[in-house]
């Protein structure tokens, strides 16, 4: 859309490598400030931000506000008498309670489970296939130079989460002592690399994956399996073709669909978890595979970007369009 003349600024708030990512790619932005850990702080946030990010747009003077279901998007745009328009994956209640009123309209994948009203509109793909369809991600083999392994030689990436986020209060994935017994077990059969939100305790400080952020989704495509805390990222690895075992007491509808094309493996718990592990390493071409499992996910669902790009050039008429013939996303197969 940018060498199509359009405009593009970005705010975002500062975690793990959001800044880092937009300076790799280019793009224009502002960090507006930390993300904030604690309920009260949270709550806080949404006058802050939403208010920094008002400011910003007073300057820069956006036609639509477009956010993966921002809240503090939604309010900016509410003060700037602008449009909202909200990208939804996870159905994540605490933050939709927030959004939702100041959305004019939410887009997600059929796969979300809830029911957002007259608002929602619901394409036949996977938020992530907006970034990982063959037609938009290349891999490239020179991150096994990276990793210092040899093409052909197994390795797992692992990933852990730092439990922050709203909708993480009550849930637990995998304790200290889980993480190094399946490390253990693992290792008899492939290289481990760990990604992880936070600092890496001094007994897993060995296994950190040490990429350039950028370069992430390409250690992924070559990795012969996941297995991590993280929703998103397994959800990635179906995408890529990669064998996903994703551990977390929350539930997701995009990886419970992707479980049915047999493309990730949900587990509530550690039960199970190394002994399914193990097999995926022992059987031979389980990645060839998982590739041909994603390739039939590909033929069901859409070209998320295409249809994305579209709609948002012909916005507000795209939004009637799909409410009036949810079909027509069909025309970005």
């Not at 790619?25 to 309920?39: D, H, L, P, V």
Request: glycine share 6%; with cysteine; charged share 25%.
């Amino acid at each position: 859309m940018i060498n199509k003349g359009h405009e593009f600024f970005f705010t975002v708030r500062e975690g793990e490598h959001q800044a880092q990512l937009l300076e790799e790619n280019g793009f224009r932005y502002a960090i507006i400030g930390n993300k904030q850990r604690g309920k009260i702080r949270k709550l806080m946030g949404i006058f802050i931000f939403s208010y920094r990010i008002f400011r910003i747009a007073r300057r820069f003077k956006p036609d639509l506000f477009l956010s993966h279901g921002s809240m503090y998007a939604g309010y900016a745009a509410l003060l700037s008498g602008k449009k909202h328009i909200a990208l939804e994956d996870t159905g994540n209640m605490e933050q939709l309670l927030f959004s939702k009123p100041v959305s004019d309209v939410i887009i997600s994948p059929h796969a979300l489970q809830v029911d957002l009203g007259r608002k929602h509109i619901r394409y036949d793909g996977f938020h992530e296939l907006a970034y990982l369809h063959p037609k938009r991600f290349k891999p490239d083999i020179s991150v096994l130079d990276e990793l210092k392994v040899k093409n052909g030689e197994v390795f797992v990436i692992l990933r852990f989460v730092s439990w922050n986020a709203t909708h993480d209060f009550g849930q637990s994935g995998l304790l200290l002592s889980q993480k190094i017994a399946l490390i253990r077990e693992i290792s008899k059969y492939a290289s481990v690399f760990i990604s992880s939100e936070k600092p890496l305790p001094p007994e897993l400080e060995e296994y950190a994956l040490r990429i350039a952020p950028h370069r992430l989704h390409h250690a992924l495509y070559y990795s012969a399996m996941y297995i991590g805390e993280g929703a998103t990222t397994a959800s990635e690895c179906a995408m890529l073709g990669t064998p996903a075992l994703y551990v977390n007491t929350i539930s997701a509808g995009t990886l419970e669909q992707q479980e049915q094309y047999g493309l990730v493996f949900c587990f509530r718990n550690f039960e199970g978890l190394i002994e399914k592990a193990v097999t995926i390493l022992k059987t031979p071409f389980m990645k060839e595979e998982i590739l041909k499992r994603r390739n039939k996910m590909l033929d069901e669902n859409i070209d998320v970007t295409s249809l994305l790009i579209w709609f948002v050039e012909n916005y507000p008429e795209s939004k009637a369009v799909m409410i009036a013939d949810p079909q027509f996303q069909l025309s970005f197969k």
